[in-house]
């Protein structure tokens, strides 16, 4: 297959059509005649998905690896760790037999009531483009595809596969595509998956300006296009858009329509054509990787764990963490005897084991006692005598860890949440613990913001943990104990109240649209514009030591074009243990002519440091920090920006 134009010349109109078509839910259609193999896809992209040969697509999946999903993953604001563990997924998809990953997404979280939200990085088009670059980066470094997903502004699971996203022009270039064109350009995506939605009325799978006007012919995207599975609506229409491969198989109605379109003269055979080509080449490149062995079950856990680790995000904290050798430790709540690690839908792994949290607490706490209480039930009955049992054994304890998991009924794919609040009897079991332990830490077990006014005032500390993965359990009783010191910074504002939020007004929509009014004010973006408070701000995360920053610098105070800005800083360590800062910069237009957020992250990077010990960032070895790719000032802004530390 060394020859792909040899390839096309020697096939028929009818196998052309077969080619562009899935042959089952999980496998492209081969043709042994010319030697072109299946490609086999697997859910991701936390993890793999693989489900057994010949069972059906709700069958229990093979056992692999369940990391943190995407929420987690960006709050490491650490891409080169993503690196590390798209290597692991790699590993995992060959020994499983898998060729193309279905991941990562990028989708901006415009609003955090998305259903899938926990599977997207972040509110900032920036991050969320790094993230995926460097977790691409990691999974095709080993000869695995990654299907970059969903092309574009699916924001939404109300009507998702439906409802038209009405974006603007500058929220489409500004928010909601750079995160696409930053993994496109850089990491290079076997594929890139269409989203289910219509984007400004047409289904994505047939808008041609997204799918070939900017992703191929702008971008330089070089990769096949694939459906999301059920996406294709007029498969004539979605070819002539660029959408190369339909998903799933078989259709054999979907093939006749493309051998007809040809012979009518309805569609050119040289558009089909195209699309061939882009597939035997995602081909060629997948026989080139071998299937088969074994991973490593071991490692890959304890990656997991350090990967939950360095996401988890330490929100409030009075002094009691890390914890100071207490001797009565009362664990509140179902989640720690039942981990809540991933989210419902198709990204759910079957785990190879899972950590226990209150199992693995009992590793580090010592000699001390732990008393362990339900605390609240799986479904949203009002249990009063689990909270006063929780309440009795917080009271005579030294230090209450209280585990609140986000219920299913409340986060999952395929739904979009009602509110940002946890269920009230949780509310009300936070409140009566708090009420007799002042000295009571909140573990949180989610993976999108919640509101916490109702109950946070009275807590000693509040730990965000994600959907942690299956090794989540362990990495936090590491950072309750001080074993790590915990790094994550939110990758997306927590609002005080839903109301306060950028759609809320305008989400999920009506009449089979949804208008993005917001327009670039998503995230941080409009909670700066509007002054509005929150309750903890995009980049937040607390430490076990303190950070001094001194000698900021930039090559350019003041700059009017794209041929990059060197920004540098000396970060040192003030405290008394070994931690890691995210550095984080930002740029504001001092005078722009059009209307504009009033700063913009343009870079970043995670900074390791001993007590006592300073860095200059970035090191002397790194390139500039704003590349002269990064476009700094939009289309038709014409004046000077500044960097802003």
Known sequence: MSDTQAILAHMSLEEKAALCTGASNWTT???????????????????????????????????????????????????????????ALAEEAIALGVDVILGPGVNIKRSPLCGRNFE????????????????????????????????????????????????????????????????????????????????????????????????????????????????????????????????????????????????????????????????????????????????????????????????MVLLKNNGLLPLKNPQRIAVIGRAAQEPHFQGGGSSHINPTQVDVPFAELQKLA??????????????????????????????????????????????????????????AHQVALIQAVTAVQSSTVVILNNGAPITMHDWIDGTAAVLEAWMMGQAGGGAIADILFGKTNPSGKLAETFPIKLADTPAYLHF?????????????????????????????????????????????RASAAVFRDVDGVTVSVDVTNTGAVAGKEVVQVYVHDHEARLLRPFKELKGFAKVELQPGQTKPWPSPSTSALLPSTTPLISAGSQKAASLTF
Request: charged share 25%; with cysteine; proline share 5%.
């Open 29 to 87: 259609t081969s043709l042994p005649r010319l030697n072109i193999p299946q490609v086999l896809v697997a859910d991701g992209p936390h993890g793999i998905r693989r489900i057994p040969d010949g069972h059906a697509a709700a069958h229990q999946s093979l056992p692999a690896t369940c990391f943190p999903t995407a929420s987690c993953l960006a709050a490491t604001w650490d891409p080169d760790l993503l690196y590390e563990m798209g290597q």
């Open 120 to 311: 997207y990085f972040s509110e900032d088009p920036y991050l969320a483009g790094e993230m995926a670059a460097g977790l691409i980066d990691g999974i095709q470094s080993k000869g695995v595809g990654t299907a970059l997903k969903h092309f574009v502004a699916n924001n939404q699971e109300f009507e998702r596969f439906s409802i038209s996203a009405e974006v603007d022009e500058r929220a489409m270039r500004e928010i909601y595509l750079p995160a696409f064109e930053k993994a496109v350009t850089k990491a290079k995506p076997w594929t890139v998956m269409c989203a289910y939605n219509k984007v400004n009325g047409t289904y994505a799978s047939e808008h041609r300006r997204l799918l070939t006007d900017i992703l191929k012919n702008e971008w330089g995207f070089a990769g096949l296009v694939l459906s999301d599975w059920g996406a294709v609506h007029d498969r004539v229409a979605a070819l002539k858009a660029g959408l190369d491969l339909e998903m799933p198989g078989p259709k054999q109605t979907r093939v006749n329509a493309l051998i007809a379109a040809v012979r009518d003269g309805i569609l050119d055979e040289a558009v089909l054509d195209s699309s061939v080509r882009r597939i035997v080449e995602v081909v060629g490149r997948a026989a080139q990787t071998p299937k088969g062995g074994d991973f490593d079950v071991a490692s890959h856990h304890a990656l997991a764990r350090m990967v939950a680790a360095e996401g």
């Open 366 to 423: 010592g000699k001390a006692t732990l008393y362990f209480a339900a605390g609240y039930r799986e479904d949203d009955c009002f249990q009063q005598d689990l909270i006063d049992e929780a309440t009795a054994a917080a009271r005579s304890a030294d230090v209450a860890l209280l585990y609140v998991a986000l219920p299913a009924f409340k986060e999952s794919e395929g739904y979009d949440r009602a509110d940002l609040d946890l269920a």
């Open 508 to 552: 999920p929509g009506e009449n089979g649209e949804v208008r993005y009014s917001e327009s670039l004010f998503v995230g941080y973006r409009y909670y700066d514009a509007k002054g509005a408070p929150t309750q903890f701000p995009f980049g937040h995360g607390l430490s076990y030591t303190t950070f001094a920053y001194a000698n900021a």
